[in-house]
């Protein structure tokens, strides 16, 4: 990746990093309500800035699980278990991903092994 792909990355990133701020929970703080029409849109402007870091970036695994939060705040339960399961796979010491998937798995009815 050249230096100007890496700089959109970080910026698309930053971006949709500063959208999530206070509207996914983090680090076992409890959930947060059903999220309103405009919390609604900055969840899906995160996400679309996050495939995007994802189609520059497919192992970029820190905005994989961003994106997996921000669909399981949408209600994307089955969006956000692939991102997680995905996540895990390619960063399984990062063990946050691999309890987040098998959390959704279990909502789904799915196995998962971590």
């Known amino acids: 990746m050249d230096a100007v792909m890496k700089e959109t990355r970080d910026k698309l990133y930053a ?3 500063a959208l999530l ?3 996914i929970s983090l680090d076992g703080a409890p959930p947060l309500g059903k999220p309103h029409f405009f919390v609604r849109r900055r969840l899906e402007t995160a996400v679309a800035l996050l495939e995007d870091v994802l189609r520059l970036d497919p192992e970029n695994w820190s ?3 961003c994106a997996a939060k921000a669909h399981q705040r949408l209600g994307n339960t089955s ?3 692939e991102l ?3 996540a895990h796979d390619g960063a399984p010491a990062i063990p946050e991903y691999g309890r987040e998937a098998a959390l ?3 909502q789904l009815g799915l196995p998962f092994d971590v």
């Open 21 to 23: 701020q206070s509207e």
């Open 104 to 106: 959704l798995a279990t």
């Open 15 to 17: 971006r949709a990093v």
């Open 84 to 86: 997680f399961a995905k």
């Open 79 to 81: 969006a956000a278990f």
């Open 63 to 65: 905005a994989m699980a």
